[in-house]
């Protein structure tokens, strides 16, 4: 049911006062505590419960204003292919429940949503309704579940994120968060499906979206430039969370070695180019959110 209280726009509101503070990695942090490299993060919320929290807690006391679910890969498909599609209400409404549990008041939890994992016809087998249908039905489990915003993210092709932002819109007023990951090539910023910031940036502000922007793949050096020029296309709220740097290959593993340090003053910059929330995506962790938060502070 849609409905239109005005707590529904708390999160928005603390957007408006000041910058906001996303949480950082969890794929990594899970990784760094066992999870292998075919389970399912999202298998966590029910194996591994008190470790899903932790993480939660840790990006909270770290000075996180909203953690985003562990739900990245929730939806019907993605389950599908690791043979949890029975679990998928479950896993979600859990994922809910554990950053919930660790909630300060006055802070938020956003439901995750990312890509759907299969290519929208004429590439792949399933038409724009049904990625749609598939996105409601996660985003529902999760509003049902209290969730404070929902926030799609690691999206690389605009048609599957209008499916999102639409199927999503369709069942909940709640604010949503839509962020791209952009490629850097010779001619500039590209989504995989070869898409423009100033496309994507136009036609999400057009259907709907809160809040804008992008994360993952570009390391925060490069998302300065990028907020740089989303800005000049859109005055709505924009979101960065960069990496942790460029990965590199180490004895088959990737590492993010970025410090903490030169990360919080890159978030420095992409606050002055635009950005109203800030966070980390893959290789970043709670030190990297304290940091941030420190020089947001002291920029003061
Ligand atoms: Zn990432």
Redesign the pocket.
């Known amino acids: 049911m849609l409905s239109g209280s005005s707590s529904q726009h708390r999160p928005l509101d603390l957007v408006r006062q000041r910058v906001v503070l996303f949480d950082g990695?969890l794929g990594t942090m899970l990784m760094a505590r066992g999870l292998s490299s075919g389970e399912a993060p999202e298998k966590w919320n029910v194996a591994r419960p008190e470790v899903v929290k932790e993480i939660h807690r840790a990006y909270f006391t770290a000075g996180s204003d909203v953690v985003q679910t562990n739900t990245f890969g929730g939806n019907r498909f993605k389950l599908r292919d690791k043979q949890l599609e029975g679990d998928l209400v479950r896993i979600n409404q859990t994922a809910v429940k554990l950053a919930k549990e660790v909630c300060p008041p006055g802070k938020f939890v956003a439901g995750d949503v990312g890509p759907s994992g299969k290519l929208m016809a004429p590439l792949g087998p399933y038409g724009v309704r049904d990625i749609e249908a598939v996105f409601a039905e996660q985003g529902q489990i999760l509003v049902d579940a209290g969730v404070d915003l929902i926030s799609i993210e690691?999206m690389f092709s605009l048609e599957e994120t209008m499916a999102a932002l639409r199927g999503i819109r369709g069942v909940t007023n709640l604010p949503i968060f839509v962020s791209m990951t952009f490629d850097l090539k010779p001619k500039g910023f590209f989504t995989l499906m070869g898409e423009t910031p100033k496309a994507c940036i136009k036609t999400l502000e057009e259907n709907g979206a809160d809040v804008l922007g992008s994360?993952?793949?570009l390391g925060s050096r490069e998302m300065v430039d990028l907020i740089k020029e989303m800005r000049n296309w859109t005055t709505i709220p924009l979101i960065a969370q960069p990496?942790a740097g460029s990965p590199v290959m180490k004895g088959g593993v990737t590492v993010y070695e970025q410090p903490p340090e030169e990360f919080a003053e890159d978030i420095l910059r992409i606050v002055e180019a635009g950005a109203d929330v800030i966070g980390g995506?893959?290789g970043t962790t709670p030190r990297f959110v304290q940091e941030a938060r420190q020089r947001l502070l002291d920029r003061r």
Do not use: E, G, S, V
Request: charged share 0%; aromatic share 0%.
């Open positions: 990695a690691t994360n993952c793949q990496n995506c893959c």
